[in-house]
């Protein structure tokens, strides 16, 4: 029965001793007394060291006994003692300690149980330990006990659910052992039950995410992998054999450079990674197993152990081919005329922008040639579109031939080119390519059977001796083209000093921009924008009026300029700014609808270092809430410090104020910079929007900018919208924010009031979403327009 690991009670310490007595007084007493008669009567040695002994064993019994009283009350109060401790200890446990009887009725149940199931002890006890096992598991419990009550197993251990008083289960970890007296047989069970639910939840909770892992790992569409620090493939998904034509187990264990068709990135990959934790959108090209080459993004992690020691790459590839595609196409048609296939004003801006800061490093002269084809819009009337697109596209040609492949020929729109020479040495060169191009301009040109003769106009400046930026030279170049046209046409011009002598008006014209700003000589007028998706007046467009008491109203044309140049253009901006502002917020608290007033920001006054606290100054002094302001720059000056304008930009767009680039397209524009910039809304120069209908090339613009501004997420307003056909072409486009004298020129205040007051009601919008054609309602604006014409 023993080597059946019963629990045997053994003897206890009393009877012990009792046989000990006994065996003394039978055996050794009779033993030692023959001794010590031996040793008296042989006198030997080793018979009286005997009879010593037997002596001492003679005694032993008697003092023994002697103390045997005093140790057995200490011992019965030890007793007493440790039954209290383990009392307590199994009182207090966590865990369930339990005994049952021969038929497995709970017998012994400590507090723990209650804290395990909820159940009362008193009123589980007498219970068979199956009715306690939640129904599902009772089968294996029952398996594992019968073997434990009929002696066969000495020790059992499961995980099973316990039911709880809430009729809901708990799993607990149960080890039971059967007891009894060797000649009695087992009398029940006894054992521990441990509440695991904790940790049986967190283990299928493991398996629930390892399960999900595993199918997100087989099915995703990014090619998941992992690398050693030293470039080695440890594991990759099985996308990439979609992304790159290779089976999995043909990469694990292989260098990352086998997929990787630019040497040495990997290493790069490292560098930045010791550097930044996180990788995200780095660019690279993968080879795939047909030797084909595709462009791809990667967003890896560096993963380290508990010390920081790296261990590991763990990243994600994604297939951005067709992404770089459109961005192509998007870049194409940003920075390249569609018609000509030359660069457009952009990319004209940007070279020119280059050339001049390499001619100022190193001290070398420019040459630039401004043409404009004479009597162009001839042959559009006289043989229609295509053939003047055609025309447009031979001089194209022509013009390529005159220079070499380090000059630039670009088209800025319309019939206008302009010749960048960047290997000049003085003013002749600039003079032979004019020469050249005139004489190949005026060769024939057949169109539809027909032959067209043509020619040019030119003008000619030279940096740095008529000018030293971008602007002025196109400016200067500009004038001089005119001067040729005014001189007959089919010729060229250098900037002259007859020209600068318009510099003397200008200068006066200054002056009398100082006395008009001291004076408060300008009106702000107000130019409404329409959402004609909604049907709604989204804002008002402030414009500065110059109102002379002599010459009456000048042109911003004249004087915008002026007060760029001076400086003057700052106190004036601010003045329109504080006025536009103040203005809007009368309108709001009228009661009039609540719009977005959108104020012009020049270049000098973007760059000026208290810009945000004098637009946070105005905010505050007239009350006007932040998200009715729309400040608009012109994209050239934000691209002279892309990082400082960014900065700028940050600090406006946290305020709420929203952001345009006015004029788009008509200057320096970089997608790659444009798209960084958290900018709202792009707006359509008006030049593009004039001749929309019926240009290919403006509609091919206007069509591009549309383009770009949705794959960017920017809203697009058009400028200078006069006719329902142009209002329905930008329709049909996407475009659906407008302005222009379709809608209402611009007026002052008391105009606007009325304005605003007699289209409130009519103007009130439809929910969005309104599958209504709002084109049928183009003649209510006909008539609007008709009106205020």
Request: with cysteine; charged share 30%; aromatic share 8%.
């Amino acid at each position: 029965m023993g080597e059946r690991g019963f629990i045997i009670n053994a003897a206890s310490g009393g009877n012990g001793w009792r046989c000990a007595d006994r065996f003394v007084q039978r055996v050794l007493w009779p033993l030692m007394l023959l001794a010590s008669v031996g040793a008296l009567l042989v006198w030997d040695e080793q018979v009286w060291l005997f009879a010593l002994v037997a002596g001492g064993l003679l005694l032993f019994p008697a003092v023994t006994s002697s103390s045997r009283v005093g140790e057995k009350d200490s011992e019965t109060h030890d007793a007493a003692d440790d039954l209290q401790r383990y009392r307590l200890v199994v009182e207090s446990a966590i865990d369930v300690f339990f005994q049952t009887d021969e038929k497995a009725r709970w017998t012994y149940l400590n507090p723990a149980w209650e804290h395990v199931t909820g159940r009362r002890r008193d009123e589980t006890l007498g219970e068979e330990l199956l009715d306690s096992v939640y129904a599902d598991d009772r089968d294996r419990a029952r398996a594992l006990i019968a073997p434990l009550l009929a002696g066969e197993e000495p020790f059992a251990q499961c995980e099973l659910r316990l039911k709880t008083l809430a009729e809901s289960y708990r799993w607990v970890e149960l080890v039971v052992r059967p007891f009894g007296r060797i000649d009695h047989g087992i009398s029940g069970l006894t054992g521990t039950i441990r509440n695991i639910t904790a940790k049986r939840l967190a283990e299928e909770a493991l398996r629930e995410n390892e399960e999900r892992y595993r199918r997100i790992f087989l099915n995703i569409q990014d090619v998941y992998f992992e690398a050693s620090m030293g470039g080695i493939l440890i594991e990759i998904s099985p996308s990439v054999e979609h992304l790159l034509g290779y089976r999995r187990d043909q990469l694990v264990g292989r260098l990352f450079s086998t997929i990787s068709a630019e040497q040495g990135r990997m290493a790069e990959i490292r560098e930045k990674l010791l550097e930044s934790p996180q990788l995200k959108d780095f660019e690279l090209q993968l080879r795939r197993s047909s030797g084909e080459t595709i462009a791809c993004s990667i967003n890896i992690s560096l993963i380290c152990d508990a010390g920081g020691k790296p261990l590991k790459l763990v990243g994600s590839i994604r297939d951005i081919t067709e992404r770089k595609r459109a961005e192509e196409e998007i870049r194409k048609l940003a920075y390249h005329d569609i018609l000509t296939g030359l660069p457009n004003r952009s990319l004209f801006y940007d070279r020119l922008d280059q050339a001049l800061a390499q001619a100022s490093r190193h001290d070398h002269p420019l040459s630039l040639l401004f043409l404009d084809l004479d009597r162009f819009k001839d042959v559009n009337d006289t043989l229609g579109h295509d053939a003047g697109d055609r025309l447009l596209q031979a001089v194209a040609e022509r013009l390529r031939a005159c220079v070499r492949q380090s000059d630039t020929v670009a088209r800025l729109g319309g019939d206008e080119f302009v010749v960048l020479l960047t290997s000049v040495k003085t003013e002749r060169d600039g003079v032979i390519v004019a020469e050249k191009i005139l004489e190949l301009l005026a060769e024939p040109v057949s169109l539809d059977g027909k032959t067209v003769f043509t020619s040019t106009s030119i003008g000619v400046v030279m940096y740095p001796h008529d000018g030293r930026n971008a602007e002025t030279l196109l400016k200067h170049a500009d004038m001089a083209m005119y001067a040729a046209k005014e001189k007959g046409r089919n010729n060229f011009q250098f900037f002259s000093e007859e020209m600068n002598r318009n510099a003397y008006d200008r200068h006066m014209l200054e002056h009398r921009l100082r006395e008009a700003i001291e004076q408060e000589h300008f009106q702000v007028y107000y130019q409404p924008q329409w959402d004609m998706q909604t049907r709604s007046l989204i804002g008002l467009e402030a414009l500065v009026r110059w109102i002379d008491p002599e010459e009456g109203m000048i042109s911003p044309a004249r004087f915008i300029p002026v007060a760029e140049e001076t400086g003057l253009i700052r106190p004036l901006g601010e003045w329109v700014l504080r006025s536009a502002c103040a203005q809007v917020q009368a309108w709001h608290e009228e009661g009039y609808p609540q719009v977005r007033v959108g104020v012009n920001i020049s270049g000098r006054q973007f760059r000026q270092p208290d810009l945000v606290a004098m637009i946070d100054r105005i905010l505050a002094e007239t009350g006007l809430p932040a998200e009715f302001l729309e400040l608009e720059l012109t994209e050239s000056y934000l691209m002279e410090d892309a990082e400082a304008t960014n900065r700028i930009l940050a600090f406006l767009k946290v305020r709420g104020i929203d952001l345009a680039i006015d004029d788009f397209g008509t200057g320096y524009s970089s997608l790659n910079y444009l798209k960084n910039f958290p900018i709202d809304r792009i707006k359509i120069d008006q030049s593009f929007i004039r001749d929309v209908t019926g240009s290919r090339d403006d509609a091919a613009i206007v069509e591009a900018i549309i383009g770009m501004a949705q794959s960017l997420e920017l809203d697009v307003i058009a400028e200078g919208v006069e006719t329902a056909e142009q209002l329905k072409f930008l329709q049909s486009r996407g475009c659906q924010e407008m302005q222009g004298y379709f809608f209402a020129r611009p007026m002052p205040v008391d105009e606007v009031s009325r304005y605003l007051a007699e289209n409130r009601d009519r103007l009130r919008l439809p929910r969005r979403g309104d599958d209504r054609d709002y084109t049928a309602l183009l003649g209510d604006f006909d008539h609007l327009s008709g009106a205020l014409h």
